[in-house]
Structure formats: structure tokens, C-alpha cells
């Protein structure tokens, strides 16, 4: 009986390898790491060879408690071990002197996934970040204390030769050495962006130069079209095209051939219908007319019914096979446009998805992450 019991109460999960150990501690935000130290002298010191850290601020009481802790983790935190994924969370205002520190330890420990979050007073972007040679995702947030809508300069170009995703809040887009605001031509290996209350200065084109681009998606500022921009886009692989604003007459495209791009989703804010909208809506059709799959907002739809003749002026969908209507509370799906959109498509028995929501998909439903 003796034996059957020790064998019962043998700690087996304190037998497994560090490696898998070190795996399981990953999944963890790092507080609740941490605490493992607490079940045995095994695992006293692991948490030290974590390769991620995840610094969320709102499991602490006070900024003071979270910056002192994030100040330990960095100081007792193996310094010979790589740093994979850094996930940074900071709900409440933060000094810039600490997202520098943050910052330049992830790059000088081999960082790879970056995602930061947080509220700061900064005017530039990052330069720790500019020529990071490891990174292949990096997700960057950062909002300014006190003036909503403040944004951030952007570099005229980034040197980042593995960055595969990237996604950027709140920050203004300058003109280069060339005269042309082309900030991503030298990410080679770029698959996946995301634009977000973004902005560009001096009232110029925004160009997005890619020629492994596959999912683009552009979230403008509602309130204020002022700081609209237009896009030149040349992505000869871009097979994704989530768009959420105003198509104002400056957002135009390059002469680049659009055919690739298989899955369209479009939402126009509701107090914004005219016919010059409703044209600009149309021509952005005629752009993307190869697209297979359309997600498609309730107030899209009521300005693109502005649209005289609309059966007629609209192009020919010949490859469309999927079509879904987000049904926004502040709107009606005008009446008929529907079939018309049905008419235009390969079959005329394809069903037709109406999700009642208040809010178009974001752009997680593509595979993409904002």
C-alpha cells in the first residue's frame, strides 16, 4: 500500500524536461508564471528561461506595483536567453523612458513577436526599431495621454528584412528622400498589414509597395475625413482587401492589375452618403470586380444604391461565390440591391448571408490580427 501511494503522489509534471516544461510557461501571462515557483524547488528558477513575457498591467492594483515588476522581471530574467514573443500591455499612462527600456531589451534578447499596447507621450517612432533584423510580427499601439487622435511620426522607411505582419495605430506617414510616402517597399517579406487611425502628412498618396502582400487592411478615422489619404497600392499578390471609412475621391488606386485580390470586405460609416460617394464606392467595384468573396455593411450598400441605373452601371461580379450583408442597427439594406448584386454574380441561386450586427468583422475574421 505504501508503495502504490508514493507512486500516486509522484510529482510527474516536475519530471517532464525543461523544454516542455519552459513550452507549458509560455502559454502563461508572466505573474502567473512566476507563481509556479511556489510548487517545488524544481521550479524555483524556471520562469528565468522563458522565451516569452507577457506584461499585462491590469493584474496589478497600482502603476507603481506594475513598473516595479516589470523592472525585476528584466533585471532577474536569464540574460543568455532569447526573447521570442513580447506582449507589453500598459492600460493607464506610462513614462516613455520605460517603453524605451522595453523595447531595447526585447531587440538586444532576439525578439521575434512584438505586441505593445500602450498610452504614451512619444513623437516618433521607436528608433531601437528601425533596423530590428529579427522580428517577423510586430503589432504597435500607442496612443497619446491627452489628445485623442494625436499621432505618431513614422519613419520614411523601415530596414527590416524577416517582418512578415505588421501593424501600426495611430501614426502619421512622411514624405521620403524620393518625394513619395512608400514606408513599406523595403519590407521584402511583408504578408500581412494593418492601418489603423493612421494618417499621412502634407496631403499626400500613401503607397503601398509589396510584392508579397497578401491581406491589407485600412481602418480610417470616422470622425475626422480631413485626414483621409489616397492609396497607391502595388501588390501584385494581394488576395485580401478589408477597408472601414469614408471612400473619399483622394482614395484612388495605382493603374497596378487588382485581379488578385479574392476577398473584399467594405463598410462606410452611415451619415456619409452622397453621390459622389456612391460613384467612388462604384469604381472601387470595378477595381476589385475578380474578387470570389464580398462582406459588405448595410451603409455601403445604401450609398452604392445613390447610384442612377445601378443595375446597369454596375460591373459584371463573374467570380463572386460568397456574399454577406452585415446589417448595422442605424440602417436598412436598401430594397432590391441585394438581387441586383445577386444578378451580377455567376449564380443566381447563390445564398446570401445577413448577419445582424452593429459593427463590421474585423479583420481577425481573414487571418488577419489588428
Known amino acids: 500500500m505504501k508503495t502504490e501511494n508514493h507512486i500516486h503522489n509522484k510529482d510527474r509534471l516536475s519530471a517532464l524536461p525543461d523544454a516542455l516544461l519552459l513550452h507549458i510557461l509560455s502559454f502563461l501571462n508572466t505573474k502567473q508564471a512566476i507563481h509556479t515557483c511556489i510548487l517545488s524547488p524544481r521550479w524555483i528558477?524556471?520562469?528565468?528561461?522563458?522565451?516569452?513575457?507577457?506584461?499585462?498591467?491590469?493584474?496589478?492594483?497600482?502603476?507603481?506595483?506594475?513598473?516595479?515588476?516589470?523592472?525585476?522581471?528584466l533585471s532577474l530574467r536569464d540574460n543568455s536567453t532569447e526573447l521570442h514573443n513580447l506582449e507589453f500591455?500598459?492600460?493607464?499612462?506610462?513614462?516613455?523612458?520605460?517603453?524605451?527600456?522595453?523595447?531595447?531589451y526585447?531587440?538586444?534578447?532576439?525578439?521575434?513577436?512584438?505586441?505593445?499596447g500602450v498610452t504614451c507621450d512619444i513623437q516618433h517612432f521607436p528608433t531601437c526599431l528601425l533596423s530590428c533584423r529579427t522580428l517577423t510580427y510586430l503589432d504597435l499601439y500607442v496612443s497619446h495621454p491627452t489628445v485623442y487622435g494625436t499621432t505618431i511620426l513614422f519613419p520614411s522607411s523601415l530596414d527590416m528584412p524577416v517582418l512578415t505582419s505588421l501593424g501600426l495605430w495611430h501614426f502619421a506617414f512622411s514624405v521620403g528622400n524620393d518625394g513619395h510616402v512608400d514606408p513599406f517597399s523595403?519590407?521584402?517579406?511583408?504578408?500581412?498589414?494593418?492601418?489603423?487611425?493612421?494618417e499621412v502628412v502634407d496631403n499626400q498618396n500613401l503607397c503601398v509597395s509589396s510584392t508579397e502582400l497578401v491581406n491589407l487592411y485600412i481602418y480610417m478615422v470616422h470622425y475626422a475625413p480631413k485626414t483621409y489619404f489616397g492609396i497607391e497600392l502595388?501588390?501584385?499578390?494581394l488576395c485580401t482587401f478589408v477597408f472601414s471609412g469614408i471612400p473619399v475621391e483622394k482614395l484612388s488606386w495605382s493603374k497596378s492589375n487588382l485581379s488578385s485580390i479574392k476577398r473584399v470586405s467594405i463598410d462606410i460609416i452611415e451619415f456619409w452618403k452622397s453621390s459622389?460617394?456612391?460613384?467612388?464606392?462604384?469604381?472601387?467595384?470595378?477595381?476589385?470586380?475578380?474578387m470570389e468573396s464580398l462582406i459588405i455593411s448595410s451603409t455601403a450598400l445604401q450609398v452604392l444604391s445613390l447610384v442612377p441605373n445601378l443595375l446597369f452601371e454596375l460591373p459584371s461580379l463573374c467570380n463572386l461565390k460568397s456574399l454577406r450583408v452585415e446589417k448595422k442597427q442605424i440602417s436598412s439594406i436598401p430594397d432590391g440591391i441585394v438581387d441586383i448584386l445577386i444578378q451580377k454574380s455567376p449564380s443566381p441561386k447563390m445564398p446570401v448571408v445577413i448577419n445582424y450586427n452593429t459593427l463590421m468583422p474585423k479583420a481577425q475574421n481573414f487571418g488577419l490580427k489588428v
Open 45 to 73: 528558477d524556471l520562469w528565468k528561461y522563458i522565451p516569452t513575457l507577457k506584461l499585462i498591467s491590469s493584474q496589478f492594483t497600482t502603476v507603481e506595483i506594475f513598473t516595479e515588476f516589470v523592472s525585476q522581471i
Open 234 to 237: 502595388s501588390a501584385p499578390n
Open 186 to 198: 523595403k519590407l521584402t517579406r511583408l504578408k500581412s498589414l494593418n492601418i489603423v487611425y493612421c
Open 89 to 104: 500591455r500598459h492600460h493607464k499612462v506610462m513614462e516613455p523612458s520605460l517603453l524605451e527600456t522595453i523595447l531595447k
Open 276 to 290: 459622389e460617394t456612391s460613384l467612388i464606392l462604384l469604381d472601387w467595384l470595378f477595381e476589385l470586380a475578380n
Open 106 to 116: 526585447a531587440v538586444s534578447h532576439i525578439v521575434q513577436r512584438l505586441d505593445i
